[in-house]
């Protein structure tokens, strides 16, 4: 009985890990995605031609396509992160009902706000909302990524900073 306690929360931490891994990855995604609608508002806004070309609507239905599919990855994790919260005593570990708490009132906001607005075509509201989804995502990772001794959180957190400062330079920009 001990064995197969110790077996399934080693089992449960490796699933947090995954999700770690992937809401890491999928927030990279989510950053390329986003440059590239900053990059598509900076031509539309500097050629009046270029609206009108098909080239445009291309470009738009690209990052419309790209954003979906990133909606679609997150709507997968979710579930999985739920079934896990649901499997997991809150007292035993928060994080779970903590992530889950965060893509409620975080991430799935601006994941639809994102595609709404590339549909409309509002590329800088969906570019907004596309840095809020990474910032979310990036959360994510962190929270559920395995436990760190204070002084590797603290590099991290720097590292994290710094990484964050760019991103929004880069926007402003």
Do not use: H
Not at 69 to 79: P, Q, R, S, V, Y
Not at 126 to 144: K, P, V
Request: neutral net charge; aromatic residues 4%; contains cysteine.
């Amino acid at each position: 009985e001990k064995l197969r306690n110790i077996c399934d929360g080693w089992l449960v931490q490796e699933d947090l890990r995954g999700l770690s891994i992937r809401f890491n990855r999928l927030a990279g995604t989510q950053r390329g995605n986003m440059q590239r609608t900053v990059d598509l508002y900076k031509k539309l806004s500097g050629s009046s031609s270029y609206r009108y070309r098909d080239e445009s609507k291309i470009d738009l239905r690209i990052q419309e396509l790209d954003q979906t599919g990133i909606n679609d990855e997150a709507a997968t994790l979710e579930k999985k992160l739920s079934e896990l919260s649901e499997k997991i005593d809150a007292t035993d570990d928060p994080r779970p009902k903590q992530a889950m708490e965060k893509v409620k009132v975080d991430l799935n906001p601006a994941l639809n706000g994102a595609l709404v607005d590339l549909k409309a075509n509002k590329l800088s509201s969906a570019a907004s909302n596309e840095l809020a989804a990474y910032n979310a995502m990036w959360d994510l990772a962190r929270l559920l990524a395995p436990k760190r001794d204070k002084e590797e959180v603290v590099r991290q957190a720097i590292r994290d900073i710094e990484k964050t400062i760019a991103d929004q330079e880069k926007v402003k920009g």
